[in-house]
């Protein structure tokens, strides 16, 4: 029984920063792909970085450089680490997961396990 719990949420000022944590249960060290999505009011959920079983990451253009995606396997715990938040930044954040070699920072069809989502704000 696979779930993935969300916290770090919450309201921040413009060029602030905030620390999302999402601890997984109910699979081990083996293989999977992590991610985190973003869905802004009135717009798809979009993902955002995803890492891979070695720790390494992928990131779309407009959080390169701001947000740093990382995993602790023995902890079994996925960070997202944001800094320089822009209003654009606000929505509700999500992690997700799925048991794959393979990593891509996909659609949301692509993951299987999800998180409950924890909301950001930024003004």
């Known amino acids: 029984h696979v779930q993935l719990v969300e916290s770090g949420g919450g309201s921040a000022r413009t060029g602030g920063s905030l620390r999302l944590s999402c601890v997984a249960s109910?699979?081990?060290?083996?293989?999977?792909?992590m991610a985190w999505f973003r869905q802004a009011p009135g717009k798809e959920r979009e993902g955002l970085t995803a890492?891979?079983?070695?720790?390494?990451?992928s990131y779309i253009p407009s959080v390169k450089g701001r947000f740093i995606i990382s995993r602790d396997d023995d902890k079994n715990t996925l960070y997202l680490q944001m800094n320089d938040l822009k209003p654009d930044d606000t929505g509700m954040y999500y992690c997700a997961a799925v048991g794959t070699d393979f990593c891509w920072i996909g659609m949301p069809r692509d993951f299987d396990y999800w998180g409950q989502g924890t909301q950001v704000t930024v003004s």
């Open positions: 890492i891979d079983s070695n720790g390494s990451p």
């Open positions: 109910g699979f081990t060290r083996s293989s999977y792909c």
